[in-house]
T-cell receptor, first 112, second 116 residues
Framework: QKEVEQDPGPLSVPEGAIVSLNCTYS??????FMWYRQYSRKGPELLMY????GNKEDGRFTAQVDKSSKYISLFIRDSQPSDSATYLC????????????FGTGTRLKVLA | DGGITQSPKYLFRKEGQNVTLSCEQN?????MYWYRQDPGQGLRLIYY???????QKGDIAEGYSVSREKKESFPLTVTSAQKNPTAFYLC???????????????FGSGTRLTVV
């Protein structure tokens, strides 16, 4: 079993839809949770990060962590064609660990 | 503008040949990383360095080598011992690389290596 599981998609939604992207993980020591967005043939860019459980909102994006279920989500409201990309979750911890564990990424396509 | 520059964008390697991928950053970050990205496998860590003149193997270091002679530079050599080198290679950096979260990674734009 992989430490981090992420559905590869592709996920196709119409413009304006609410998108839900998810990852599950097995290591209860993870404390920091990140979402990266990667456009085709580009490097990933950090979108959001969350510490421990709870929600974090930034514009149209909301990151949610449920440590009891070992489940994290990224919600995109009012999705736009420019949101079409691959979204990777990443996690790290415990304290003193440098290493991020990445999900395989979910490919999202927002149709105009 | 601060960032990470990877070159070349595309690279072709013949069988039995060593090739070197360049990675330069001007973010004044201490830590630098090399990842390999393959379809369906996500990002896998090859090597990382937390300080000049020091580096450690990641999960898939076999067939690769690195150096860290300058803070700004972390080149990756793909040797002929790497039997399946065709992949997308990503270089990243972070501020310190010693705590569990130090602002996240900044990635370069990647180098696509193909064996011909």
């Amino acid at each position: 079993q992989k430490e981090v599981e992420q559905d590869p998609g592709p996920l196709s939604v119409p413009e304006g839809a609410i998108v839900s992207l998810n990852c599950t993980y097995s290591n209860s020591a993870f404390q920091y949770f990140m979402w990266y967005r990667q456009y085709s043939r580009k490097g990933p860019e950090l979108l959001m990060y969350t510490y421990s459980s709870g929600n974090k909102e930034d514009g149209r994006f909301t990151a949610q962590v449920d440590k009891s279920s070992k489940y994290i989500s990224l919600f995109i409201r009012d999705s736009q064609p420019s949101d079409s990309a691959t979204y990777l979750c990443a996690m790290s911890g415990p304290s003193g660990t440098y290493k991020y564990i990445f999900g395989t990424g979910t490919r999202l396509k927002v149709l105009a | 503008d601060g960032g990470i520059t990877q070159s070349p964008k595309y690279l072709f390697r013949k069988e039995g040949q060593n090739v070197t991928l360049s990675c330069e950053q001007n973010l004044n970050h201490d830590a630098m990383y090399w990842y390999r990205q393959d379809p369906g496998q996500g990002l896998r860590l090859i090597y990382y360095s937390q300080i000049v003149n020091d580096f450690q193997k990641g999960d898939i270091a076999e067939g690769y080598s690195v150096s860290r002679e300058k803070k700004e530079s972390f080149p990756l050599t793909v040797t002929s011992a790497q039997k399946n080198p065709t992949a997308f290679y990503l270089c990243a950096s972070s501020i310190k690389g010693r705590s569990h979260y130090d602002g996240g990674y900044t990635f370069g734009s990647g180098t696509r290596l193909t064996v011909v």
